[in-house]
């Protein structure tokens, strides 16, 4: 029987005691946020350090299969780039369907910009997929135009803020879905100075409204060789009084350690063990 209570992401309480992985599985990407720079990593759910490896679905698994054994307080496994999910479809559902099949009791989820996993949540129901993280990072076109530069979708490209534009609604369109489909959503908003900073309330408000679970506020990291690399990182104090605005709309995360896409262990202490065993598998 799966307990929910036990993502280290979802449940402060939960942090110090449980584990997760992250399978990096799916290197492509199908959006250009401006604040990213793939040679470093995803920003969406990482520290810019580059992935060590990246995994075959067969490799996923077995990794999974001895990472098990040295980490008995391993709860969840996550798939988070280091591109998109859901730019890589045929890697992140085989391997979602390897863990599932040998591992019923696991908690599974993704972290995606949402552009395209529409039309995977039926299978990720059924998958019983229990925790979906979106980023979202405004909704006025005038900021998206500020935030990405292109998108590919159905084999077509959008730039700009038609760009922006385009992923918002289909991000929205995936809130929606995915809360039918009773899964637990949570939001990720990278925080931009002067560029979003000012729109968490009205980005808490909607998405409460579509009955998003958990927001997740993240300072901008500024990383080298992006269009944001001489932007001030957000500080603490005020990264929580803008936690403060989210409270009035919905439960804000405060303890999120911005993880690699390959991160594994307990939140903010990564196991070296596992990094080893990262490398080893992906060698074989
Ligand atoms: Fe980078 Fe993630 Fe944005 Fe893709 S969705 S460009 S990997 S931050
Ligand atoms: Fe959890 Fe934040 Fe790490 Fe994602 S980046 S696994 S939300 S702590």
Known sequence: MKDLST?????????HKYARVHLPVAPSCNVKCNYCNRKFDCVNESRPGVTSSILSPDQALSYLIKLVKIMPELKVVGIAGPGDPFANPIQTMK???LVRDNFPDMLLCLSTNGLNVAPYIDELKELDVSHVTIT???LRPETLAKVYSWLRHDKRGYFGAQAGEYLLKKQLEAIVKLKKAGITVKVNTIIMPGINDHEIAEIAE?????????????????????????MEEPTPDFMKSLRKKVEAFLPPMTHCARCRADAAGL??????????LLSETALL
Request: proline share 6%.
């Open 7 to 15: 993502h280290p992401c979802f449940n402060k309480d939960a942090h």
């Open 95 to 97: 391997t979602l369907h």
């Open 136 to 138: 979202l990072n405004s």
């Open 206 to 230: 909607k998405i409460a409204s579509l009955g998003v679970d958990l927001m997740n506020t993240i300072p901008l990291f500024p990383v080298k060789d992006t269009l944001m690399e001489n």
């Open 267 to 276: 939140l903010g202490k990564d196991s070296a063990e596992a990094a080893k």
